[in-house]
């Protein structure tokens, strides 16, 4: 077995044809760069981000107990507070404490770079996979994933998605001879450590945990070499996962955040329509589906120096994640991180086994294009003058309003839109006491309900305020309840292009007694 050098044996032919191939590369990944650099920080919800891990710097663990943002959460049926993702908001407050903005974009970039550029290249090298294989399938896979990559924790699940991923493909690559005792102590520990983080930073954690589990199932029927190495994992990353404040607790709270009936009114988790795969933005997610399909048939016919079980696991992985992606469109990304693992398996040349790439040339693969997307993000943010709150063409931010109620909010109990919501939040902290924001499933089924019904001035709307007490309106300038509300005498005490302020009007003691 014999190390090649960095585009030795190669013909002029061939060196002109992989500097072509990473020059496209290093291309798409400043134009990722800048993508995420325009929209990382377009949804509001990284507004609530920030301020939770913020509050988490003030008052450490105590943070964790309570919501401290709402003055609804008595009022709502939800499961009590389990804060199931503290670690990525502490992350978030302390780079935008240190970096503002800016940070948060560089950051989104440097995690999004390793999770779908830099790690999935590092392991298609060390498989010896062509180089315009490798182009393609990531260039493939990120694409598809841009359709939905906010600033949110799912980045570290990206992330601890693709690190698992590459893990198992290094460690259970062959069907090889079973790893001595001795090596089991640093994969359990290994795993310990992964889950443990990832438990911490999002609920992502069961994808990788169902990962393990197709593997453990498949490593039975084959490869029995590795079982011990592949039971020891599973248990780790089990045990990992309850490495967090709430133990257990996070576990029974799952089945209330995945599966909660407010979840078919949230847009991000709706199925795919039959048209939407013919439309421009989801070309990628479609052309990736369907190569990934096509490849199923494919797969079946293992290579001698593959494992049966890695390959048809991550085969598993990526089906049951296209069947999610499909029904909740929040899920792309992670289809798109696992069938790119799994094209890359399946590419593998048989002359895998006996080449092993050239470690210089293995971290330029893996380095350049990150270092592409972070430039490509910080010019983006440089350029546009992005910040926290952004505006984008689907969202804009009332600062406006936010200025007005900073100078003179109404007293009393506020209704507000829940994207607003998060900006309060952001702005005002502890002091901001929102009807609601976009954390829905924090609130319950029962007041978010009441929060659609209201802002779209169906059923018994006009019952709710009273019995919620509502005192003042914060909400977006084209509600269908704002015309009805001022012919119902509510004044309008701000307005601007985008939000209207309304304050109930006051009654006389009589009629308040009656």
């Excluded at 009393?412 to 702005?427: C, E, K, S, T, W």
Aim: aromatic letters at 14%; proline letters at 4%; charged letters at 15%.
């Amino acid at each position: 077995m014999t190390r090649v050098n960095l585009l030795k044996d190669l013909s002029p032919w061939q060196i002109a044809g992989v500097v072509f191939v990473f020059s496209i590369l290093l291309t798409q990944s400043l134009y990722w760069g800048w993508n995420l650099g325009c929209f990382a920080l377009a949804d509001p919800d990284s507004c609530w981000l920030v301020a939770t891990g913020r509050l988490i710097m003030e008052q450490g663990t105590s943070a964790l107990l309570h919501d401290q943002f709402a003055w609804t959460l008595k009022e709502s049926d939800g499961q009590g507070f389990v804060l199931y993702q503290w670690l990525s908001e502490l992350v978030f407050a302390q780079v935008f404490e240190i970096a503002g903005s800016q940070g948060l974009l560089f950051l989104s970039a440097l995690i999004s770079g390793l999770a779908f550029v830099a790690l999935p290249i590092l392991t298609g090298r060390l498989s010896a996979t062509k180089y315009w294989v490798l182009v393609f399938v990531v260039m493939l896979a990120f694409n598809s994933a841009l359709y939905h990559m906010p600033l949110r924790p799912e980045i570290f699940s990206y992330l601890f998605l693709s690190v698992l991923l590459t893990v198992c493909t290094v460690l259970f690559k062959t069907n090889s001879k079973p790893l001595k005792s001795g090596q089991l102590l640093p994969i359990a520990a290994g795993f310990l450590s992964l889950f443990a983080l990832w438990g911490n930073c999002h609920t992502g954690f069961v994808i990788g945990l169902v990962y393990l589990l197709c593997l453990l199932l498949l490593t039975v029927v084959r490869a029995k070499n590795n079982l011990p190495a592949v039971f020891v994992a599973l248990i780790a990353a089990l045990a990992g996962t309850l490495c967090q404040p709430y133990g257990l607790r996070l576990w029974t709270y799952l089945p209330h955040l995945f599966f909660a009936d407010i979840n078919k009114l949230n847009v991000e988790l709706q199925p795919l329509s039959a048209m939407e795969f013919i439309g421009f933005d989801l070309w990628p997610f479609s052309t990736l589906s369907g190569l990934f399909i096509v490849l199923l048939l494919f797969s079946l016919k293992r290579k001698p120096n593959q494992s049966f079980a890695l390959v048809t696991s991550q085969l598993l992985l990526s089906l049951l994640l296209l069947i999610a992606a499909v029904n909740c469109r929040r899920l792309i990304p992670f289809f798109a991180i696992s069938a790119e693992y799994f094209l890359l398996t399946t590419f593998v040349p048989a002359v895998a086994a006996v080449e092993r790439p050239a470690k210089a040339g293995t971290v330029l693969w893996m380095t350049l294009p990150v270092v592409a997307m972070l430039a490509g993000a910080l010019l983006a943010g440089q350029t546009l003058q992005i910040g926290l709150p952004s505006s984008t063409g689907g969202f804009s931010a009332p600062t406006g309003a936010l200025a007005y109620l900073e100078r003179q909010r109404p007293g009393g109990n506020v209704y507000n839109d829940a994207q607003y919501g998060d900006l309060m939040i952001y702005r005002f902290g502890k002091e901001a006491k929102v009807f609601i924001d976009t954390r829905f499933d924090l609130y319950g089924d029962k007041l978010t309900h009441d929060y659609y019904k209201i802002a779209n001035a169906r059923d018994n709307w006009l019952d709710l305020l009273d019995e919620y007490k509502i005192d003042w309106f914060f909400v977006m300038a084209d509600y269908q309840a704002v015309k009805l509300l001022k012919v119902k005498g509510w004044q309008e005490i701000y307005r601007d292009p985008v939000s209207v302020i309304l304050q109930r009007p006051k009654r006389d003691p009589e009629q308040a007694l009656r």
